[in-house]
């Protein structure tokens, strides 16, 4: 297994098994990449964990709907509880999927995110507005497109703060919208030739290894509200915690840049941030938006949670299905819940507190 070292605070030079060359780091971190399957440590102390700690989030979580928990640092398992070969739904960290497979289209030049949707024939069966035609990709990508024309796969609760109609520009208003999600799987499509589930498949899953995953995991949900489609997916926890690990190291898999340079760190840039009162911006921020990503502002994330270490962010999925990524600590968290069944939830703000907790465990 290969294998690539890391600074906190400046670029380092490394040779495989010699010493760092270059002065001024502060902290070399080990990081590790999966091969066929994930190298555990062999105790959460071997790891730098107090192992008493997880054991009271592992208890706080059996109190909850916590169908499976994933700790990973440095590229290798911490701890695990429940099923981590179990599939289950992903309701919208579809969309954190999606972005990367963008980033890779952007790379390659298939798709100009300043294009309109004007410029791409995009349209929708209550016909869209000539304001609205000048949305383009990149509103989508950050759900600030003002198009509030009804959606496929949204809940009741975002069918009734969708805005109404043509009342912002594109551009000036953040609202949660799956209009932008959807039709961004059709651009997606449409300028890429590809099938986005066959396109996941090929051009992440195989890549970094996935053990699970098949386009097969993935369909289509269509109907009368919409053109676009949802693209809803379906992943284990191990497989997801290696996308959280792509994303981790800014794209890169053992020496190979799946994602071009910089789209990371483009696509988890804050272009919206949340408030308690969202009519004073004096008033707490509870977090921020980025590309189809949930980021940590001011400390602020899930909904609540604070002291949260900057530069985290998440992908999130309906009733408690979370990836969340901590660049400061080096740290994957993945948290799965049974959807499957009705009536299974864990709210986000307690997925935050484990996390918070799991934090803890390292700095004792």
Request: with cysteine; hydrophobic share 35%.
């Amino acid at each position: 297994m290969t294998k690539i070292y890391q600074c906190r605070t400046v670029i380092c030079s490394a040779f495989i098994g010699m010493m760092l060359l270059a002065s001024g780091c502060e902290e070399a971190v080990e990081m590790s990449f999966p091969g066929e399957s994930w190298d555990q440590y062999d105790s959460p102390e071997a790891a730098g964990f107090d192992g008493e700690i997880l054991n009271q989030v592992r208890e706080y979580s059996e109190d909850l709907d916590t169908k499976v928990m994933m700790i990973v640092h440095n590229g290798k398992i911490v701890d695990y509880w429940g099923d981590k070969t179990e599939n289950h739904r992903m309701h919208s960290i579809r969309k954190s999927l999606l972005t990367g497979l963008y980033g890779i289209q952007v790379g390659l030049g298939n798709i100009d995110l300043d294009a309109t949707m004007n410029d791409l024939d995009i349209d929708d069966r209550e016909g869209l507005s000539d304001q609205e035609r000048q949305a383009t990709v990149r509103h989508l990508l950050q759900a600030r497109s003002g198009i509030y024309h009804p959606a496929l796969f949204e809940t009741s609760g975002m069918a009734a703060a969708r805005p109404d109609r043509h009342s912002y520009a594109p551009g000036e208003n953040y609202y949660y919208n799956n209009w932008d999600f959807n039709a961004l799987g059709t651009i997606y499509e449409q300028e890429s030739g590809e099938k986005i589930h066959e396109s996941f498949e090929e051009r992440i899953a195989r890549p970094i290894g996935m053990q699970d995953f098949t386009a097969d995991d993935g369909r289509y949900v269509t109907g009368d509200e919409s053109r676009h489609a949802a693209y809803p997916f379906e992943m284990t926890a191990r497989d997801l915690a290696r996308y959280g690990l792509l994303y981790l190291n800014e794209g890169n898999w053992d020496g190979e840049q799946l994602l071009p340079e910089g789209w990371v760190a483009e696509s988890l840039d804050i272009y919206s941030s949340f408030h308690t009162d969202p009519d004073n911006d004096r008033m707490k921020t509870r977090g921020g938006y980025g590309y189809m990503w949930w980021v940590a502002v001011d400390g602020q994330h899930f909904d609540g949670i604070e002291g949260v270490p900057d530069g985290t962010y998440t992908a999130r999925g309906a009733r408690g299905h979370v990836l969340a990524v901590v660049p400061e600590h080096d740290l994957i968290l993945v948290h799965r819940v049974n959807t499957h069944e009705s009536g299974n939830r864990v709210p986000y703000p307690e997925v935050g507190k484990m996390l918070m907790d799991i934090i803890g465990a390292m700095e004792t």
